[in-house]
T-cell receptor, first 108, second 115 residues
Framework: GQNIDQPTEMTATEGAIVQINCTYQ??????LFWYQQHAGEAPTFLSY????GLEEKGRFSSFLSRSKGYSYLLLKELQMKDSASYLC?????????FGAGTTVTVRA | DAGITQSPRHKVTETGTPVTLRCHQT?????MYWYRQDPGHGLRLIHY???????DKGEVSDGYSVSRSKTEDFLLTLESATSSQTSVYFC??????????????FGEGSRLTVL
């Protein structure tokens, strides 16, 4: 079975940094993904980690520790357009299993 | 743009009626998926396909069937819709090209309301 946990909601101020944690217990592991989803839209890919460590992509970074079953997504220099849901997903062979998502609200 | 089209985008139906949602892709990728998304549950896998006529169940497959008679179309059918199947349904594809990480590309979603 798959168990993927992430906080339900987070609020931060424009220009600040927010870290979204994700813990997982899954029957298999072939990589961890982060997706962004704006209200009423489809999820879009943000990052992928398969090895331990930090992956940086502009204002967004993602970290993975396989031994701890833990990942985080770091959003820097927050902008209003970053207000969205962020989905953690674990790949197991052919499919992705998703956490319930973290809604981030950026305030001016 | 991954060339995915879902139809219909919005549908309201009554309990007990059959409903079919269509996912069409233009790039002939092998893997296709149907997820549903509900508040508090995130995206949950209903069924997936790894080729023509090759399908398998996901974690919430009860009450749903699928068919894939050609590469470009993956159909999701609710034989007798229930109010618990009110949801937003997303189709996704996996490109499976060289260097594939398993990343999924999603369609725009189909909002289904069962009264």
């Amino acid at each position: 079975g798959q168990n993927i946990d992430q906080p339900t909601e987070m609020t931060a101020t424009e220009g600040a940094i927010v870290q979204i944690n994700c813990t997982y217990q899954t029957s298999g592991f072939n990589g961890l993904f982060w997706y962004q989803q704006h209200a009423g839209e489809a999820p879009t890919f943000l990052s992928y980690n398969v090895l331990d460590g930090l992956e940086e992509k502009g204002r967004f970074s993602s970290f993975l520790s396989r031994s701890k079953g833990y990942s985080y997504l770091l959003l820097k220099e927050l902008q209003m357009k970053d207000s969205a849901s962020y989905l953690c997903a674990v790949r197991d062979d052919y499919k992705l299993s998703f956490g319930a998502g973290t809604t981030v609200t950026v305030r001016a | 743009d991954a060339g995915i089209t879902q139809s219909p985008r919005h549908k309201v139906t009554e309990t007990g009626t059959p409903v079919t949602l269509r996912c069409h892709q233009t790039e002939n990728h092998r893997y296709m998926y149907w997820y549903r998304q509900d508040p508090g549950h995130g995206l949950r896998l209903i069924h997936y396909s790894y080729g023509v006529k090759d399908t398998d169940k996901g974690e919430v497959s009860d009450g749903y069937s699928v068919s894939r008679s050609k590469t470009e179309d993956f159909l999701l059918t609710l034989e007798s819709a229930t109010s618990s199947q009110t949801s937003v349904y997303f189709c996704a594809i996996r490109k499976g090209l060289a260097g594939d990480t398993g990343e999924l590309f999603f369609g725009e979603g189909s909002r289904l309301t069962v009264l």
